[in-house]
């Protein structure tokens, strides 16, 4: 598929954004068994709050090769040629608005706004194509 990368990067992105909501979870969890309302309740060996120090070292491992991997992503996605690719990345990987690209790549909003319009409908029609035939097996 032509424009994957949007999708890849997108979960990736979600994929980080879940582990960092989970980090901050479980450092709250471990506050309250080390300091908190728990730190007088006596854990066994098995229970999950008793591995939660390594639950969180494991999470913040597997961020770490998130973010490199987003690095990575990010650093092949800009290297990509042609006026398509550059407004779905910066639109979708930077973050910028239609107006704001139309002003860096020199071509007029309307313009922007309406190639970044046939893009979507590429990509409705591309991911609609997909389901029919992934349905149909």
Not at 10 to 17: H, K, N, R, W
Not at 62 to 90: P, V
Not at 126 to 134: I, K, Q, R, V, W
Request: charged content about 30%.
């Amino acid at each position: 598929m032509m424009y994957q990368w949007i999708k890849d990067y997108q979960q990736l992105q979600q994929d980080m954004d879940y582990l960092e909501y989970q980090i901050a979870r479980n450092k709250k969890e471990l506050k309250r068994w080390t300091s908190g309302d728990l730190q007088n309740v006596k854990l066994n060996d098995k229970s999950v709050a008793a591995n939660l120090e390594n639950t969180i070292f494991e999470l913040e491992y597997e961020l770490a090769h998130k973010m490199n991997d987003l690095y990575d992503a990010k650093k092949l996605i800009s290297s990509f040629k042609g006026i398509d690719h550059q407004i779905l990345y910066q639109k979708y990987v930077e973050d910028r608005t239609l107006e704001s690209i139309a002003e860096q790549l020199n071509y007029s909003a309307g313009y922007i706004y309406k190639k970044h319009a046939e893009i979507m409908r590429v990509l409705k029609f591309a991911h609609d194509l997909n389901l029919t035939f992934s349905s149909s097996k």
